[in-house]
T-cell receptor
Framework: NAGVTQTPKFQVLKTGQSMTLQCAQDMNHNSMYWYRQDPGMGLRLIYYSASEGTTDKGEVPNGYNVSRLNKREFSLRLESAAPSQTSVYFC???????????FGPGTRLTVT | RKEVEQDPGPFNVPEGATVAFNCTYSNSASQSFFWYRQDCRKEPKLLMSVYSSGNEDGRFTAQLNRASQYISLLIRDSKLSDSATYLCPSGGSQGNLIFGKGTKLSVKP
């Protein structure tokens, strides 16, 4: 099992460009999450999907959109990138009780 | 008060030492607690779930104190490979994890 995979690993964008971060899990989990991690801060929830076909905002959703394409895949889109979105983005999926989460390797995004 | 608070450290300890971290959480409704470790520039990796009765996994022991709203992690016989940042997220209302900033551990030869 690959667990949670993310692409790309690194990306540099100019302000105003758009891109989609891809995430897939092969653990048959219902719930998936997108977090961002900034230096010196804890991970913060951007969006989540409790099940296929549903998505909801987290703590810091502004400037992002998501798509739960199917049970395996959950993508994060930046429509018009801003320097404040420079961060490391982690995707995670959640197992059954005790509901631990498994993280992908992350995407390091720099917006200039 | 922040939802999850941890001493950022760093904790600098020699190999073989025993080290303990505490973590306090503010949401008394939280039902799930975990310890993760995060190596530099890598993803958080699950170390162990924390159960009400306390649990042990090899050199690692986790405790939960609901009355005082804190969890703890004890690492015995520290190894160089234990050097990492330790995270203690609690379960949020959206099924997400709420993270603090983590505690940095550095184990020295």
């Amino acid at each position: 099992n690959a667990g949670v995979t993310q692409t790309p690993k690194f990306q540099v964008l100019k302000t105003g460009q758009s891109m989609t971060l891809q995430c897939a899990q092969d653990m048959n989990h219902n719930s998936m999450y997108w977090y961002r991690q900034d230096p010196g801060m804890g991970l913060r929830l951007i969006y989540y999907s409790a099940s296929e076909g549903t998505t909801d905002k987290g703590e810091v959703p502004n400037g992002y959109n998501v798509s739960r394409l199917n049970k395996r895949e959950f993508s994060l889109r930046l429509e018009s990138a801003a320097p404040s979105q420079t961060s490391v983005y982690f995707c995670a999926s959640r197992g059954t009780a005790p509901y631990e989460q498994y993280f992908g390797p992350g995407t390091r995004l720099t917006v200039t | 008060r922040k939802e999850v608070e941890q001493d950022p450290g760093p904790f600098n300890v020699p190999e073989g030492a025993t080290v303990a971290f505490n973590c306090t959480y503010s949401n008394s409704a939280s039902q799930s607690f975990f310890w993760y470790r995060q190596d530099c520039r890598k993803e958080p990796k699950l170390l162990m779930s924390v159960y009400s009765s306390g649990n042990e996994d090899g050199r690692f022991t986790a405790q939960l104190n609901r009355a005082s709203q804190y969890i703890s992690l004890l690492i015995r016989d520290s190894k160089l490979s234990d050097s990492a940042t330790y995270l203690c997220p609690s379960g949020g209302s959206q099924g997400n994890l709420i993270f603090g900033k983590g505690t940095k551990l550095s184990v020295k030869p």
